[in-house]
Structure formats: C-alpha cells, structure tokens
C-alpha cells in the first residue's frame, strides 16, 4: 500500500509540474530588443478629428466680456470612465454626423478631417476677419480621447487620457500589464479611421516596436492580448485531468483510512 501511496504521489508532482510549465523567454517585454537607441519624436503627430469627437473649445481674449458670448453654449455632455473605473461628465461640442461643430456667432464650422491646431488657426482667423475680438486666444482638447485595453491583462480596461498622448506600454501598464499567459509577441491593434477598422499584429519582443507608428495609441484605439498555447493547453489539460485527480484523491483518502484502522 505505502509504495501504490508513493506511486501515485509522484504521478500527482509530474501532472501539476507539466500543467505550470511557462516560457520565460515569450513572457518578457522586449526580448529580442538588446541595446537599442532610437529618437523619440519631439511630437507626436495629431490625429485628425474625426466624426463623433467632442471637443472642448474656449475663446478668451483681454475684453473678457465680449468673448463670453462665445463660450456661452460648451455644454454638451456626455460621460468617460477613467482607468480607475471612476466616471465624470464632460462637456464639450461634438462633431455631428456631417464634420460639423456650431460655434456662437460663428455658426457651424467643418471640424473633421482638420487637426486641433489647424481648426484654432481656422476660428482665430474667422474671428479676426469678422473684426470680433482683438487678439484672441483659442483652446481645442479632444474630450473623449480614450483607449481600450482587453485580453489578458490585470484589469481590462477603458482608460481616459487626458493629456492626449500615450504609448502602447503605458496603457497595458494602466490595465494591469500583460499576464504570464498573454502573447507579447502577438498583440492585437484594432484603430479606427473615417469609418475604416485597421487590425495590427504587434511584436512587443521586437526592437522594431520603439520606432514604429504602433507605440504611441490614437484616440478609440483598442488593444487585445491573446492567451498563448501554454494557458489553452493548461486549461483543456485540467478539465481532462481534474475528474482522474479528484478521483485519485478519493482513493488516496480511502486507502489512508484503511491503514489507519
């Protein structure tokens, strides 16, 4: 009896030593990268505005009076969840259907498929032509620029990005980093432009990534980590091995119980 007992407590050691078994070389960021030196970018390239963006747009000048006309209608609403999971009203004017914004005074003004900084440089000259203010300062920040981070991660996510840039590295930070079981060499990238859905294949192992126009995300970027073979073998090997180790167990407690009798 005590031989079948030790028998069978070496078969229990193998089954849970091959079920844990995990690549260490798949499971770290930039594997392949060694010592790599690239230029990051001064800044990064604005994305255009797009159709269903709010945009938050206030126009000051020194006569405060006169310009408050202006801001008197920024008030479309609508909610954003940060990273933390904690949710807010913004407000802002949102792009309609067409690419269109409706400014007081100015009326509607074609928003999409401009850059923040060219539609400021639009409405200051607008003003300034229609001898509205004198000198007057323009702020555009997009409202609702968000990123998605799904898959195997800690925390699946929405996250809010404030200060309108953010990397590839950051957001899956944010979302928990990458599990053991999640492919870093196989990142899945789903952006959105004008209507047009683009899937991207990520290498977070490649020194390619540092330089490519994947590191740093767009607004309503989503990313998906897809499990590796070793969390879908693990999962399938415990659903066939659990039944015949639970029932070994029941043999070991009654085996036990007879010798201790």
């Known amino acids: ?21 995990v690549s260490t070389k798949r ?8 010592q790599v030196q690239f230029k990051v970018p001064d800044d990064v390239k604005e994305v ?17 009076e006169a310009s408050a006309i202006f801001n008197s209608t920024n008030n479309i609403n609508a909610s954003t969840t940060s990273s933390t999971g904690t949710s807010a009203n913004i407000g802002g004017y949102l792009v309609n259907n067409e690419g269109y914004i409706q400014l007081p005074v100015l009326g ?18 607008q003003i300034l032509e229609k001898k509205l203010l004198l ?47 999640g492919r870093k060499d196989n990142v899945l990238l789903i952006r959105e432009h004008d209507g047009e859905r683009k899937v991207t294949r990520i290498d977070l192992n490649s020194p390619s990534f540092f ?21 879908v073998a693990s999962v399938n090997r415990t659903q ?5 180790v639970l029932s070994g167990l029941s043999v070991v407690a009654i085996v036990l119980d007879r010798i201790i009798k």
């Open 1 to 21: 009896m005590k031989t079948q007992l030790k028998q069978f407590t070496f078969f229990c050691l193998v089954i849970l030593t091959v079920t844990s078994c």
């Open 27 to 34: 499971s770290t960021y930039f594997y392949d990268a060694g």
């Open 48 to 64: 255009p505005i797009q159709k269903g963006d709010i945009l938050y747009i206030n126009i000051s000048s020194l006569n405060a």
């Open 108 to 125: 509607y003004i074609k928003a999409a498929g401009l850059s923040k900084k060219e539609l400021k440089s639009y409405i200051t000259n």
């Open 135 to 181: 000198d007057p300062i323009v702020t555009i920040r997009q409202m609702n620029y968000e990123v998605t981070v799904l898959g195997e991660v800690g925390r699946p996510t929405v996250i809010t990005v404030p200060s309108e840039k953010i990397s590839m590295v950051k957001a899956l930070g944010l979302a928990g980093d990458i599990t053991i079981y």
């Open 211 to 231: 330089t490519s126009p994947y590191y740093y995300l767009e607004p309503n970027d989503v990313i998906y980590v897809e499990a590796n073979k070793n969390k």
């Open 240 to 244: 066939l091995l659990l039944p015949a």
